[in-house]
C-alpha cells in the first residue's frame, strides 16, 4: 500500500470504531496484565467468564499471593493451559511485590522480564493500560498485515516492525485494536468477509471472496 492508502485504510476503521476498546475486562493495570497472561491460547470471552469471580477476590499481586496457586486454579480451570499459567501468575505477582512496590511497571524490559510475560503481552499492557504507541501481534494482525500489504513479514516481529514504520503517528495510538477487530470479525483466517469489508478497495488480497450465491 501506498502511504496515501495507509492513511485512508485507517481513517476508515476510526470512522467505524473511534474509540475501540480491549474485549478483556479489567479493574486496573494489574488486573490487565493477569488477563493477558491468561488469553493466550484462549478466548477473551472465556478469560472473562473465569476472572470475574477471580478479581472480585484478587485484584493486586497481594491478594493474588494470599489467594495462592491453588486457589488461583479453582478460578481458572476452564481456561486452557490453567496449571501452567497460574504457576506464572503467582511468580509474576510476587515479582511484582518484590520489585516494584505491587504496581505494574510502565517499562518494556521489566514487563519482559516478569514469568509468562512476553512482547506481545508487554505491547498489550503498555497500550492499553499506559497509552503508548505499540502494536502487539497476534495472529489475527499477523494474518492481515501480510494478506492485505500493509506491513508484509515472516514473523511478528518483522510485522510490528513494518507496521511500526508504515502505520502514521495519528492512528498508532489504537491501531493494534483496529487490526484485532477488523482480522477477528472481516478478515478472518478461513474466508475473508470481503463483501463486508469497509477497506477492500485498499486491499492487495486476491482473489477476494464474493457474497453468496454470486458464483
Known amino acids: 500500500m501506498t502511504p496515501?492508502?495507509?492513511?485512508?485504510?485507517?481513517?476508515?476503521?476510526a470512522a467505524d470504531n473511534p474509540a475501540p476498546r480491549s474485549a478483556l475486562?479489567?479493574?486496573?493495570?494489574y488486573t490487565l496484565l493477569v488477563a493477558v497472561v491468561l488469553s493466550a491460547q484462549a478466548t477473551d470471552v472465556g478469560v472473562n467468564k473465569a476472572t470475574e469471580s477471580l478479581f472480585a477476590v484478587a485484584d493486586t499481586p497481594q491478594a493474588m499471593l494470599a489467594l495462592g496457586e491453588d486457589g488461583l486454579k479453582s478460578?481458572?480451570?476452564t481456561i486452557g493451559l490453567y496449571n501452567n499459567k497460574a504457576k506464572n501468575i503467582i511468580a509474576l505477582s510476587d515479582v511484582l511485590v518484590r520489585a516494584h512496590g505491587g504496581q505494574v511497571p510502565e517499562d518494556r524490559q521489566a514487563l519482559e522480564a516478569l514469568p509468562g510475560v512476553g512482547r506481545k503481552t508487554a505491547n498489550v499492557v503498555l497500550n492499553v493500560a499506559f497509552g503508548e504507541e505499540t502494536i502487539a501481534v497476534d495472529?489475527?494482525?499477523?494474518?492481515?498485515?501480510?494478506?492485505?500489504?500493509l506491513a508484509p513479514g515472516k514473523t511478528p516481529d518483522k510485522v510490528e516492525a513494518g507496521l511500526l514504520e508504515v502505520v502514521?503517528?495519528?492512528?498508532?495510538r489504537h491501531a493494534h485494536h483496529w487490526l484485532i477487530l477488523h482480522g477477528r470479525h472481516v478478515c478472518k483466517a478461513?474466508?475473508?468477509?470481503?463483501?463486508?469489508?469497509i477497506v477492500?478497495?485498499?486491499c492487495a488480497y486476491e482473489p477476494k471472496t464474493e457474497p453468496a450465491g454470486t458464483r
Open 4 to 13: 496515501g492508502q495507509i492513511d485512508e485504510f485507517f481513517a476508515r476503521l
Open 25 to 29: 475486562v479489567y479493574r486496573n493495570p
Open 75 to 77: 478460578h481458572i480451570r
Open 139 to 149: 495472529t489475527h494482525i499477523f494474518r492481515l498485515a501480510n494478506r492485505t500489504g
Open 168 to 172: 502514521p503517528a495519528h492512528w498508532r
Open 190 to 197: 478461513r474466508k475473508p468477509d470481503c463483501p463486508a469489508c
Open 200 to 202: 477492500r478497495d485498499l
